[in-house]
Structures are given as structure tokens and as C-alpha cells.
Nanobody, 126 residues
Framework: QVQLVESGGGLVQAGDSLRLSCVVS????????MGWFRQVPGKEREFVAA????????YYVDSVKGRFTISRDNAKNTVYLQMNSLKPEDTAVYYC???????????????????WGQGTQVTVSS
């Protein structure tokens, strides 16, 4: 059974930092490209960042470029999202997702991902 478990969310002030983690079990982690998405109530889930199986090819939505960094540790079956200079508009439930892909490829569409975590809440106060 494939499981993705996010952690690291919380309540912070604008300008603060958080690091989200997502641990994957039940499948060979290194076979999957990984992504982070976020969702606020009443809106569709939004792509945030993605990283290839190799750890290269990071890709970000424009609104987080220069502030967020996605990384992975294949030895720990974990993908991270370092979020700096947080803004109130970053408030959302953050989800990690996994997609079976070639070594250097990434995906940005929600429908292309195979597995999802349960989400972790990030709240940024002004």
C-alpha cells in the first residue's frame, strides 16, 4: 500500500519560514517524480513545485519562485518543500504527490499524479 505522509505545516507570521516534509512508503521512492500542490477552500488545487526522480529539474509556479525550494532525499524516501518569506496568500492545505516517470521528467498537472498525501495546513498571518 502506497502512503504519502506530509508534516511540517503550522501557523506562522508573514516573512517566516517553514519546511514541509513528505515521507513515501510502500513503493520504490526513487522511481517517482514528486510534486507539491496547495488548495484553499472553494478553489481548485494549485501546482506549487515539482522535482524529478534524479533530484534535478526543479520547477515552480511563478508565485513561489525565489522563495520556495523543493528537494528530495532518496535514501530517506522523503521530499521537502522549504518555504521562505511566507506571505498570507501562501495560506493553504499543502499536498505532496507522486508520479511514475522517467529519470529527468516532472509533471505540473494534478491529473497526472498517481498518489497523494492527506495534506498539511499552512497558515500565514499578516
Amino acid at each position: 500500500q502506497v502512503q504519502l505522509v506530509e508534516s511540517g505545516g503550522g501557523l506562522v507570521q508573514a516573512g517566516d519560514s517553514l519546511r514541509l516534509s513528505c515521507v513515501v512508503s510502500g513503493t520504490p521512492f526513487s522511481s517517482y517524480a514528486m510534486g507539491w500542490f496547495r488548495q484553499v477552500p472553494g478553489k481548485e488545487r494549485e501546482f506549487v513545485a515539482a522535482i524529478s526522480r534524479s533530484g534535478g529539474s526543479p520547477y515552480y509556479v511563478d508565485s513561489v519562485k525565489g522563495r520556495f525550494t523543493i528537494s528530495r532525499d532518496n535514501a530517506k524516501n522523503t521530499v521537502y518543500l522549504q518555504m521562505n518569506s511566507l506571505k498570507p496568500e501562501d495560506t493553504a492545505v499543502y499536498y505532496c504527490a507522486a508520479v511514475f516517470l522517467g529519470l529527468y521528467r516532472v509533471r505540473t498537472e494534478e491529473r497526472e499524479y498517481d498518489y497523494w498525501g492527506q495534506g498539511t495546513q499552512v497558515t500565514v498571518s499578516s
